[in-house]
């Protein structure tokens, strides 16, 4: 292989010196009025010059290796990542020798992706740089949750040469630490991790697209804006028997049925008109789009996912940059060299002209994929019956597992680290600005993206992503749809929202229409689920939904306009499931604080209410109306079950005394009623007048409800604005680093534990050496001596214990005449002070009294204890085994 290098650049060297003879002879040649004319140009040539410059297009310089020296500190990797053992550097010359066949018989095609350099300049080959790990978090046990946080978490980086597969390729421990890489490197760190989690994945080293080698998503949908289609089931009808009942007629209209089919054709034709205009507008795209003069010819490396284990239904592709999954027959993919896992190597064998459409996925097929290493654990193709009853002859079944086993070769472990999402394995993988905001064990994987931020281009759309509790406000996603391709006129936008307090989840703002939505999730103070409006301000068209379990009303929602309000029910012992308000016009202009001094007149309420089963229909009320402005009350029952029609009710609302103080006597005029059954039973004057009494106090409850309910709005309101001001995040009490109040527990406990370690040390300390140290070296103690070494040590505590009392004596006194001292003060500018003199004049008093507390507590406390210490002390003399001998006599 050197040999042929060396031959290589000597060619290109003699080439590159006959050209540069070939110029100069050219130049000399050339007649000197022709060099004349070219050195004076005109502004036309000038013109066609700048032209010309302007469409050569200069190679963009390569991008700098993810790995370099200054970046990376070899000295501390593993062993393995600097050697190759014996096993390894074995495995390193069957690929050769693989190779070198490979290439004599399949001259035409390119060279293949074996053993390509690590971070540290050494051969490793390409299975061996897979190492399944299945990681501790739950987002990651399904190829999804790993998709995207593959594709999230890293950065790209274009490979070198769009022709070539890289010279290099890194750990994933290297690549995670660095947080980028080529498709290479995203493709061996998902496919280890999809390996970990149970599933046939493997590498793929292929050709694709130009938007998918260069990740661009410009002109694909995003898939936040693709609605799931709904399936609708379509009922099965039954046959008609011969002898069952005729149904009865249809009563409904027939032109409104017509008028709702016209309606809804209209929608579907203004659909389908705007599908054709999406669709022109993609052709008038694709038609600008320049074709790539690279096409087929962009090297790009994705994973292949063969259906199986984890009961996946059918094989598919993950492209790595965008964690999306792909048909194998989609044209993004145009063909396959080579895919391996940790186990083997495969070369694909099978005709490309059709991309990927034609291609057999069975690895054990050695037509259509040649494998590197004997042993593959792919399943053969079925076998004919007389093939599988040759095949099951004892002797030749020996024979070929002697031959297998003389041949085959076992690949090595992975030399990469164990993959750990961690701050220990990352080490400095999240950036200063970013790990002061998520430390922690997590705050590597929680970080998603580099820097915590990503954001992707599609078509008429822009996505926007953000780790938890990177932003004050919780925002994690915005999604902001465009009404041109240019993306410069904003149709809507969509935020998401993480660890709020007040379980904002999403908000949706539509600027055609300038209605903004909020979702919340379960937990919010007023149960709120969701809140539509155009305006804070009170009185206007909004509407808000609540979770009917949450609320003692069993209100489910509540809809406003400037001139009405609308609430529903459910699930009430009154049951009552719907009111509608009419107000009249306010005559004075509304504010947050005036609802209760200025409430808008009401003008008509209707209850409409459930059936109660307890009741008979003609006496349980479906729809009561005030009518107060014209001081009427319109009632209407529930219809019988084998009735069309209803009974009906309408009051007079008449005061009990006239204009001179009379009562007024109740007659059948005031209730005028429909009866369905007038013979069954007649209603009294006095059941009348007992009903009209009740719906009076019914009246003014409903009223009083109406003016409680724009209370509870308002409330909820400002509510509102306090919390979007605020945006307070929840912590969980598991997250030590964020949670302020477990971070001060923890502390404290801390600072206890070393408070009480310190005092063990105190107690083990010798209070007898620095009164030994007084006495000559190897001399032994005589009873005098102990004596005298018991009466120096009590006294110099005794001395101690006066200096400590001396001590809070003189600070308490310090602090009263400090406090005289102010008083006087005070007592001579109390005349002239300002108030905000005066309350610092009260808070120093407060502080200095509470000082002052302290010292007499501590002073009194000292008192006590004093004698108690001393009596320990001289305790503890006559007990210590080195003195104890000696103050036999005196104990």
């Known amino acids: ?78 062993l393995s990542y600097k050697t190759n053992t014996l096993k390894e550097e074995h495995l390193l010359q069957v690929a050769n020798n693989f190779s070198r066949q490979y290439s004599h018989l399949c001259p035409d095609r390119v060279p293949l992706f074996l053993q390509p350099l690590n971070e540290c300049e050494v051969p490793k080959f390409v299975s061996t740089t897979i190492r399944p790990t299945l990681m501790p978090y739950p987002d990651l046990y399904n190829w999804d949750g790993c998709a995207n946080f593959v594709s999230n978490f890293l950065t790209r980086v274009p490979l070198p040469d769009p022709l070539k597969p890289p010279s290099h390729l890194y750990s994933s421990t290297t690549v995670l630490k660095h947080q980028k890489g080529n498709c290479f490197d995203f493709s061996t760190l998902l496919c280890s991790m999809l390996l970990g989690a149970g599933y046939d994945a493997y590498c793929v ?50 032109f409104e049925q017509e008028q709702e089919i016209k309606k809804q054709k209209e929608a579907k034709a203004q659909e389908e008109k705007r599908w054709w205009e999406e669709e022109e507008e993609h052709l008038l795209e694709a038609e600008r789009a320049k074709p790539d003069p690279l096409h087929g010819l962009r090297v790009h ?178 999604l902001t749809t465009y009404e041109d391709l240019e993306c410069t006129k904003i149709l809507e936008i969509k935020e998401w929202y993480q660890n709020r307090e007040d379980m904002l989840e999403l908000k949706h703002i539509n600027n055609s229409t300038s209605l903004h939505t909020d979702y919340f999730r379960p937990g919010h103070p007023r149960a709120l689920h969701v809140h539509s409006y155009k305006s804070m301000e009170p009185e206007n068209d909004r509407v808000m939904e609540f979770y009917e379990t949450a609320r003692v009303d069993g209100l489910i929602k509540w809809e406003e306009t400037p001139r009405t309000m609308t609430q529903y029910y459910q699930g009430r012992p009154d049951f009552l499931s719907y009111r509608h308000i009419n107000f009249g016009p306010r005559f004075k202009k509304l504010t947050l604080t005036s609802t209760e001094s200025n409430p808008r007149p009401i003008l008509k309420i209707t209850e409409r209410f459930s059936r109660n089963p307890a009741k008979p229909a003609d006496e349980d009320v479906a729809e009561r109306v005030f009518l107060i402005s014209e001081e009427r009350i319109q009632l209407r029952y529930h219809c019988r079950d084998d009735y069309i029609t209803a009974s009906k009710r309408e009051f007079l609302q008449r005061s009990e005394v006239d204009s001179k103080g009379n009562k007024i006597i109740m007659t059948s005029d005031v209730c005028i009623s429909f009866e369905v059954e007038p013979m069954e039973h007649t209603k009294k004057l006095l059941y009348q007048y007992e009903t009209m009494m009740h719906l009076k106090n019914e009246e003014k409850l409903s009223k009083h409800q109406a003016w409680e309910s724009e209370l509870e709005v308002l409330e909820i309101l400002k509510l509102r604005e306090e919390e979007e001001e605020a945006h307070i995040l929840n912590i969980s009490i598991y997250d030590t680093k964020r949670n302020e109040k477990s971070k001060e527990y923890r502390e404290a406990m801390e600072r206890v534990m070393h408070e009480e370690h310190l005092r063990q040390v105190e107690a083990q300390l010798d209070y007898l050496a620095p009164f030994l140290a007084q006495l000559p070296p190897g001399e032994k103690l005589t009873r005098v001596q102990a004596v005298h070494l018991k009466d120096a040590c009590l006294g110099d505590f005794k001395q101690r214990l006066i200096d400590k009392a001396n001590l809070i004596q003189a600070r308490f006194e310090k602090e009263n005449q400090e406090l005289q001292k102010k008083q006087q003060w005070y007592q001579e500018n109390q005349v002239t002070l300002t108030p905000e003199d005066e309350d610092l004049y009260l808070s120093y008093c407060s502080q200095a009294m509470f000082r002052i507390r302290i010292l007499e507590q501590r002073l009194n406390r000292h008192k006590e204890l004093a004698p108690l210490k001393y009596l320990a002390l001289e305790e503890k003399l006559y007990k210590d085994p080195r003195l104890a001998e000696f103050l036999k006599v005196f104990a």
């Open 301 to 478: 490396c994705w994973v292949l996912v063969l259906l199986g284990k984890r009961e996946v239904p059918e094989s598919f592709f993950i492209d790595p940059f965008t964690g999306r999954s792909y048909s194998i027959q989609d044209d993004h993919f145009l063909g396959i060299e080579s895919l391996w896992n940790h186990r083997n190597y495969w070369i694909n064998m099978q005709d490309c002209r059709n991309c990927c459409k034609d291609l057999v996925f069975d690895l054990g097929d050695s037509v259509r994929w040649e494998y590197m290493l004997l042993g593959t654990d792919k399943p053969h193709l079925s076998l004919t019956e007389e093939e599988d009853e040759g095949m099951n002859d004892d002797n030749d079944t020996e024979d070929l597992d002697k031959e297998n086993q003389d041949k085959s070769f076992d690949m090595p472990s992975s030399w990469v680290e164990q993959i750990d999402i961690s701050p220990e394995g990352l080490c400095q993988c999240v950036f200063s600005a970013f790990s002061r905001t998520i430390p922690g064990l997590q705050e590597a994987f929680e970080t998603h993206c580099l820097n915590g931020k990503k954001v992707l281009h599609y078509r008429r759309a822009q996505l926007e992503k953000w780790a938890p509790y990177l932003n004050s406000n919780g925002l994690v996603c915005r």
């Open 205 to 254: 080293n292929g050709y694709g697209s130009q938007a998918l080698c260069n990740m661009d998503l410009t002109r694909e949908v995003c898939p936040l804006t693709v609605t799931p289609k709904e399936t609708v089931k379509k009922k099965e009808k039954a046959q008609p028997k011969k002898y069952t009942i005729k149904p009865p007629r249809d009563l409904t209209s027939r």
């Open 1 to 78: 292989m050197e040999v042929l290098k060396e031959k290589v650049e000597e060619e290109e060297a003699a080439e590159r010196e006959e050209a540069a003879e070939r110029a100069e002879r050219v130049e000399k040649t050339r007649p000197a009025e022709v060099q004349k004319e070219e050195a004076t140009l005109t502004q036309e040539m000038l013109r066609d010059l700048g032209k010309q410059l302007l469409e050569i297009q200069m190679p963009t310089p390569a991008e700098p290796p993810i790995v370099t020296k200054d970046t990376v500190d070899i000295s501390n990797l593993p």
